[in-house]
């Protein structure tokens, strides 16, 4: 694979660069007083940070709904954000037209609920810091692909600490064009390497009863997901979800329940809904407030559905969500 | 159907396409052949019309068993929404799997004039499900 090799204070400039036109902006990271936070560029970079080791919410989570034509936005995010950004492009919620999309190649994370002082934004520091698994997230820990391998270009990091930059697309190789230096063949073992494959997720109700008891229906879990984008939410109405009289006609129905009702109903009918496009990114355990091991659930689900039609959330923009496609001959022992 | 005491007989659904699983009941219905009491059919347009979310409805609400039954693959009325059907099932029975409930969904083709098909179909379904619940009540 071809890329460029980036010198110190490249991205920096090019973005910078980038930047100077009116109708551009850049959506990346940005050093804080405390800590590192999203932050939407517009004319200058100002305290930019090319990685986040601290995870609050997923950034696609912005973006949909963005149909502007004539402006250029630029994602420099984490390969989860531009993995559930292409899952977004291929739902039609984001015309992909004006996004150029960047990975980077992301070291783990840890949770903004427990914010550590002592976490460093440098990349090279990141690798020592991130060392033993049980530093970051679990969703982290056991993330599919951390690499940054998807969207428009990556920005990868080799064993040796230099960063490179390499174009997926048509539209990364004009970014990347624009940055000094010639191309060379970039080394093809990088410093973060593909993941593991994690065991099949298998539980029972008993299980899922008891880590779910402490829910509260909230439902941030559910808007603070970036690929849960339906406007009209099946839980927003009485049907799946009764309340005021609705509620007391069903308990006169059924008999006794408890409070609040439904539960499994609205997390069970969640997994699946997001089952082929979710990215295992974890933004829904951060947002519970009863800390809820969500990303269990949501990650081992959706592998296990994806896994069914060797399927993998936004690996790729040709691909087709498997739900809106199908195959004559195909999947034959579905039927009983 | 004869009612043995002391077990609580299964209710299951099932969510049959108008073009052929319910017209297969409609037809066993007029040929006087009988299903179990337990099973209740609800007509969908299409069974791709189904999704996945009536199904855990269901069971999340009390089923024992939920079955979605439409055309056979390629005789669809509206050309193609069995072949989705296929598709959104196989993936809910992975998750059911995954939750150890595989059992309490099953998926079948029954074409309008199969009505022996359906007949027998729906009452292996329930005949498992009240084996399965029987189990789970001595142990």
Known sequence: MKGKKLKSGEIENALNQFLKDEQHLVLGFKKGESGVSHQLFKGALDHYSLVNPVFGSNAALYLR???????????????????????????????????????????????????????????????????????????????????????????????????????????????????????????????????????????????????????????????????????????????????????????????????????????????????????????????????????????????????????????????????????????????? | MPEETGNKNPEIVGFCCSYCTFKASEMAGSLRMKYPEGIKVIEVPCSSRVDPAFIIKAIVEGADGVFVSGCHPGDCHFIKGNFYTRRKIAALKEMFDAFSMKDKLRLFWVSASEARRFIDKVTTFYNDIKEKNNEREKA
């Open chain 1, 65 to 336: 709904r963005l149909f502007s034509k004539g402006l250029k936005v630029m994602l420099m995010l984490r390969p989860c954000e531009i993995r559930a950004y292409v899952e977004l492009v291929k739902l039609t919620q984001i015309e992909r037209e004006d996004v150029v999309a960047v990975s980077i190649d992301c070291f783990g994370t840890v949770s903004s609920k427990e914010k550590k002082d002592d976490v460093p934004v440098e990349a090279d520091k990141l690798t020592g810091y991130f060392k033993d698994k049980d530093s970051m997230r679990w969703a982290c820990s056991v993330c599919r692909e951390r690499r940054g391998v998807v969207g428009d270009a990556g920005v990868r990091i080799d064993k040796s600490g230099d960063f490179w930059m390499v174009p997926y697309t048509e539209k990364g190789e004009d970014l990347v064009s624009g940055i000094e230096g010639e191309f060379e063949e970039a080394p093809a073992d990088m410093l973060i390497a593909e993941s593991a494959k994690t065991d099949k997720f298998q539980v029972d109700m008993g299980t899922f009863n008891k880590d779910f008891e402490k829910c509260i229906m909230c439902m941030n879990c559910r808007d603070m997901c970036p690929v849960c984008y339906c406007i009209d939410c099946v839980f927003n109405g009485d049907e799946y979800l009764p309340k005021g009289d609705a509620l007391l006609n069903k308990v006169f129905r059924t008999g006794s329940t408890q409070m609040p009702r439904g539960k499994d109903l609205f997390h069970l009918i969640r997994m699946y809904h997001v089952s082929q496009t979710c990215v295992g990114c974890g933004a829904c355990e951060e947002a519970c407030p009863q800390g809820i091991p969500l990303t269990k659930y949501f990650k081992g689900v959706s592998e296990r559905l994806q896994g069914v039609f060797s399927y993998m959330s936004g690996r790729s923009f040709d691909e087709p969500i498997p739900y809106v496609t199908f195959l004559e001959d195909e999947l034959k022992d579905a039927m009983d």
